[in-house]
């Protein structure tokens, strides 16, 4: 009899981790939105440098937007509201501080398509 209450009370425990973390979750992602959401926008490589991917190739793995060359920005998620059309396009391209420029060639993994302007210097 005393390995049940043992076992009861060990189940109880394990539930309450679970309920904790299920509400730890949705506290993090529904109700702070406290993580940051990758933004692609349009980008001319010839007058910045853009990150590039080739959409050419029908097996190639592109998004719906089409994007060759295009920039990187993350905006906080509780930001995101204020973006038109879940595109964020106009919000971080009027050089809103709500939006942070994530830079071609950080990593080394990085594909950029260069500005001539700055290969020159």
């Known amino acids: 009899m005393n390995t ?3 076992v009861d009370w060990m189940t109880s425990i394990l539930w309450a981790f679970l309920l904790l973390s299920i509400a730890s979750t949705g506290y993090f992602f529904f109700y702070s939105k406290d993580y940051d959401v990758m933004v692609e926008t349009a980008c001319s ?3 910045e440098n853009c990150f590039h991917r080739d959409c ?3 097996d190639s793995e592109c998004p719906p937007n089409g994007y060759e060359d295009y920039k990187v920005y993350a905006i906080k ?3 995101f509201a204020s973006c038109e ?3 964020c396009n106009a919000l971080c391209l009027s050089g809103s501080p709500l ?5 071609c060639g950080a990593v080394d993994t990085d594909t950029c398509s260069s ?3 700055e290969s020159s210097q």
């Open 85 to 87: 059309a879940d595109t």
């Open 45 to 47: 490589p010839d007058m």
């Open 4 to 6: 049940m209450k043992s």
């Open 99 to 103: 939006c942070v420029e994530t830079t």
């Open 56 to 58: 050419s190739a029908e």
């Open 115 to 117: 500005n001539p302007e």
């Open 77 to 79: 998620a509780y930001d």
